[in-house]
């Protein structure tokens, strides 16, 4: 079984940075795709960026130029640096780890971004 666990949410103020950390543990895995998605209040979830093992990335519009993704593949470590967030970038954050034809998925940590 492969467990992911994320840290670094929190409260941030509009135009303040967070860093996300998702790092995977337990059975033997290597992930192909890593990423983030988020799920607002009242809201579906959505991708928010994805990066393959090639280092290929993909950003969701709304945080394009504002959040970067990037991974320590032998760590199993994803990360997500958010700068420039504002109110709208306020939901759960969960990781997201596939290979091996199986996905896997973090608790979640909160972000909120206080205006």
């Known amino acids: 079984q492969v467990q992911l666990v994320e840290s670094g949410g929190g409260l941030v103020q509009a135009g303040g940075s967070l860093r996300l950390s998702c790092t995977a543990s337990g059975s033997i895995f290597s992930p192909t795709v890593m990423g983030w998605y988020r799920q607002a209040p009242g809201k579906q979830r959505e991708l928010v960026a994805t990066i393959t093992n090639g280092g290929s990335t993909n950003y969701a519009d709304s945080v394009k130029g504002r959040f970067t993704i990037s991974k320590h593949y032998a760590e199993k470590t994803v990360y997500l640096q958010m700068n420039n967030l504002a109110p709208e970038d306020t939901a759960v954050y969960y990781c997201?780890?596939?290979?091996?034809?199986?996905?896997?998925w973090g608790k979640g940590t909160l972000v909120t971004v206080s205006s």
């Open positions: 997201v780890q596939s290979g091996s034809s199986m996905v896997y």
